[in-house]
């Protein structure tokens, strides 16, 4: 297992989603006219497990992958039967998503969901984006209980105006909406636990209401977390730390027509996502909006054939729990 594998993305409908996705070299969206808000390049789920697409290992599932040989993929002492920790997803936020918060992981056990941690890196915004995120100062439960009654809830929540390289972290607890308008990349805890608290008066798909989890909503917030910051990467050369959090590490490196960035094998998997530019990796070649998964067993050098930007997440291993039951 000693190359980059790809993946085939998978595409979720949602009501807030459009058709930005297409615009990825090499794809071409399902059912022409429907709104899909996710792609889910790299999951390891029950319900959704990724494909490998091209190489040596082409039409695998990233479950055969690690259960066949989960040394090389994963590392010395990786169960073979546990999930990737990981889930990788490309947004396409035409309009705004629900209010929204991910369990803590002591509140998920309670409440039969997963944790979710997660990070968001803007690869495209519309002059007007923004996320929303945490609690202005002074909210305190009680008032917000009051004005989700009242249904004014957007004033208690930051509104952070969004621009192309804005990178923000979502731990489980915080409060979150992302605003019409965002292309973005998410590296997120392997989960597919939401609660939504508020939906701005939207229908489904199906034309109903979606339904809200209140109560469970309540539970997970924490109201301590007020006045999150954007990380502003375009102002900032060479590499950054975006996160670094007990589920995984993210980093973002710059590189101009020309440079290279090398990878030793037998450390650790990895991930890397191409969020701008053009790659090449000995014969092969990778265009922007690409999630690779770099096995343990992988070491090899990318070239840069244009400035590019990619993001590096690692420290997910063995010495790390992702939160997620064993696969059956």
């Given amino acids: 297992m ?4 790809a993946f085939a993305p998978i595409y979720q409908e949602r009501v807030w989603g459009g058709r930005k996705l297409a615009s990825i070299p090499g794809r071409t969206l399902p059912e022409q006219g429907k709104p899909f808000g996710e792609s889910w390049e790299i999951v390891d789920r029950s319900e959704a497990c990724s494909r490998a697409r091209g190489g040596a290992f082409d039409g695998r599932s990233l479950r055969a992958l690690i259960r066949d040989d989960p040394h090389a993929c994963m590392g010395p002492g990786w169960d073979a039967e546990r999930r990737f920790p990981i889930l990788v997803k490309w947004l396409d936020c035409r309009e705004r998503l629900s209010l929204q918060v991910h369990p803590p992981a002591e509140v998920a056990a309670e409440l039969g969901g997963e944790p979710k941690t997660e990070n968001w890196f803007i690869a495209q915004a519309d002059p007007d984006a923004a996320l929303l995120a945490g609690l202005k100062e002074g909210v305190t439960r009680e008032g917000f209980e009051r004005a989700l009654r009242e249904n004014r809830l957007e004033a208690l929540v930051p509104r952070l105006p969004a621009r192309a390289g804005d990178s923000l972290f979502v731990p489980s607890g915080r409060l ?19 609660y939504r608290v508020y939906d701005w008066g939207r229908v489904g798909l199906d034309g109903k209401p979606r339904e809200l989890h209140v109560a469970e909503s309540l539970r997970s917030i924490d109201f301590s977390d007020t006045e999150p910051e954007l990380f502003h990467t375009a102002e900032v050369d060479g590499e950054l730390l975006l996160a670094d959090s007990r589920e995984f590490r993210l980093r973002r490196l710059q590189l101009d027509r020309g440079d290279s960035v090398a990878f030793a094998a037998e450390e650790e998997p990895r991930l890397l996502h191409l969020v701008s530019g053009r790659l090449r990796a000995g014969d092969d070649v990778y265009e922007w909006g690409v999630n690779l998964l770099l096995p343990y ?5 990318f070239i840069a054939e244009t400035p590019s930007i990619l993001l590096v997440t690692d420290r997910f291993g063995a010495s790390r729990s992702g939160g997620v039951a064993p696969a059956p």
């Fill in 2 to 5: 000693t190359e980059p594998i």
């Fill in 176 to 194: 979150h909406a992302i605003d019409g308008g965002n292309f973005i990349l998410e590296i997120q805890q392997n989960s597919d636990t939401t």
């Fill in 297 to 301: 067993a992988f070491g090899g050098t």
